[in-house]
């Protein structure tokens, strides 16, 4: 039951009471599973360009860029780096003194020369011990040394959010993966000289990015030759999510008010939602290389970019088609294929429609923001990624899921999560502007069905919290989405520390 300062409490967050009303009846019903119409595959649902097609598509790219075309990167980075040092953390607060052999702990200490933050490591430890990391190591003091890389007296890396780790050694110096960001989108997306990045950044840390930002933004200007207009934005409390009890009833902090969680990486639909830019590339702030390894990742930004453009230069042009109602059934024929083939989108209530009627339905349907996501082959098991799943509307289209939202007692969801080719690497790049250059309303195009519920504690006791749909899954439901094949080498992301050790990340 919702109280009088409950709604008090609802108000101030700019929260809306039958939207907790809402999060609170989804505790008790819990979230659908999709329905699978398969797993998307090279010709079906994934384009595997050939020479001539990824020709095309980057001169089409720089032609965009050459035009004076809007483009801006939006990088979300407000996570903070804790789960990157999940080892360093149980080393550090365990019993034991030395890691065991072959542990990640191990691994990291034998080469601890190797690492970018080598050096901010050697001066911690000296402020610290008085001692250099060499000397601790000879001294079997690996405690001292991994708690120096993690804890706050020392680097404090394991609080700080990965935009300002240390990722990268060069000749001159060391670079940060937001400074990595920084010197992609000078290669990718700039525009007339300037580029334009956005960071999504959580208030705890936001000092600390403006900071590193005014400090390197001039060294970076010099080296790359353009200008970098930086935004920033935080988690708007507005997408916070009520949280429940294991009864599914309000859960309540020691004081009686409401808890209420951050919705999750969907929440950013709404930060996106604010930018202004007609094109806009989302990729995670870890999945970044050094200079010497960039190559395939500027090709292929320039080859999603490009096929985002002539598919947008299509749609643009059917819809001004539909407009003038001046078509002709082999337009609209040609249309409909394009939709099947194109935007892999197959609906059975298309078929026998009158041309007033299929006019309408293939206006709605290429009337939505546009998004082309980079897919690579699996080398893994599979799991979350590309498949083509049904809509509410009764169409098929491709989507990106979790493997949350696939059915885990549904024998032939199964059998296409094992059979998928193809995984997520969260490469993707958008047209959020209609034709007219007027915006989407993204909130618009989310799938409320889509989010899913996940069991954490608080003070010590069980709650249930409620993740938003995804930002690239759920909260992009509704989008015309087209799937490209990218080679693996595109996804580097650091997902533990140990991964700043692989040949990739060593320059």
């Known amino acids: 039951m919702i109280t009088e300062n409950d709604q008090k409490q609802i108000d101030a967050k700019g929260v809306k009471r039958e939207t907790v009303e809402a999060q609170l009846n989804r505790f008790k019903e819990g979230f659908p599973y999709l329905r699978l119409a398969g797993s998307a595959t090279v010709g079906n649902g994934i384009l595997k360009l050939d020479s001539n097609a990824e020709t095309e598509a980057v001169a089409r790219w720089k032609g965009y860029l050459a035009d004076g075309g809007e483009v801006l990167k939006f990088v979300p980075a407000s996570g903070a780096a804790s789960r990157m040092f999940k080892a360093l953390f149980s080393f550090v607060d365990g019993d034991a003194d030395e890691p065991a052999a072959g542990s990640p702990v191990a691994e990291l200490i034998a080469h601890i020369s190797e690492t970018p933050f080598k050096a901010e490591l050697d001066l911690a430890v000296k402020r610290l011990h008085d001692k250099t990391v060499d000397e601790l190591i000879a001294e079997h003091r690996?405690?001292?040394?991994?708690?120096?890389i993690i804890k706050p007296e020392g680097m404090n890396y394991g609080q700080l959010p990965k935009a300002l780790?240390?990722?990268?050694k060069y000749a001159d110096?060391?670079?940060?993966?937001?400074?990595e960001q920084l010197v992609e989108g000078a290669q990718t997306a700039a525009v007339n000289g300037v580029v334009k990045l956005h960071f999504t950044v959580s208030a705890d840390h936001r000092k600390l990015f403006e900071e590193k930002i005014d400090?390197?933004?001039?060294d970076v200007e010099a080296k790359t030759g353009v200008k970098y207009q930086i935004g920033m934005s935080e988690q708007k409390p507005s997408t916070d999510t009520v949280a429940a009890t294991v009864d599914n009833e309000l859960f309540r902090d020691d004081n009686g008010r409401l808890v209420f969680?951050?919705?999750?990486?969907?929440?950013?639909?709404?930060?996106?939602n604010d930018v202004d830019s007609a094109v806009v590339f989302i990729k995670n702030i870890d999945n970044v290389v050094p200079d010497s390894r960039r190559e395939p990742t500027i090709r292929y930004k320039q080859v999603l970019g490009g096929t985002l453009m002539l598919v947008h230069d299509r749609i643009a042009a059917y819809l001004s088609v539909l407009e003038t109602g001046r078509y002709t059934a082999g337009d609209l024929k040609e249309m409909l294929k394009f939709l099947h083939e194109t935007l892999a989108t197959k609906d059975e209530r298309a078929d026998g429609l009158d041309d007033q009627s299929l006019a309408a339905y293939l206006k709605e349907k290429f009337n939505r923001p546009l998004r082309v996501c980079g897919m690579v082959r699996n080398e893994g098991e599979p799991g979350g990624g590309p498949f083509i799943a049904y809509?509410?509307?009764?169409?098929?289209?491709?989507?990106?899921?979790?493997?949350?939202?696939?059915?885990?007692?549904s024998p032939e969801a199964?059998?296409?999560?094992k059979n998928a080719t193809h995984f997520n690497p969260v490469d993707l790049v958008c047209y959020t502007k209609r034709p007219d250059g007027s915006k989407y309303n993204l909130p618009d195009y989310v799938d409320g069905d889509t989010g899913f519920i996940s069991s954490k504690s608080f003070a010590g006791r069980e709650l249930r919290a409620l993740?938003?749909?995804?930002?690239?899954?759920g909260a992009m439901s509704d989008w015309s989405t087209v799937f490209v094949e990218v080679p693996a080498s595109t996804f580097n992301p650091v997902k533990t520390v140990n991964d700043l050790l692989r040949p990739v990340h060593q320059g």
């Not at 690996?142 to 120096?148: F, H, L, T, V």
């Not at 780790?165 to 990268?168: K, M």
């Not at 951050?262 to 709404?270: Q, S």
């Not at 199964?414 to 999560?417: D, G, R, S, Y």
Request: hydrophobic content about 40%; charged content about 20%.
């Open 165 to 168: 780790l240390t990722f990268h």
């Open 467 to 473: 993740e938003l749909p995804g930002l690239w899954n």
């Open 173 to 179: 110096g060391t670079r940060t993966s937001l400074e």
């Open 391 to 409: 809509n509410r509307d009764g169409s098929a289209s491709p989507q990106i899921l979790e493997s949350t939202q696939i059915d885990p007692a």
């Open 142 to 148: 690996y405690k001292d040394i991994i708690a120096a």
């Open 215 to 218: 400090r390197v933004l001039p």
């Open 261 to 272: 969680r951050p919705g999750g990486h969907g929440a950013l639909i709404e930060n996106l």
């Open 414 to 417: 199964m059998a296409m999560m």
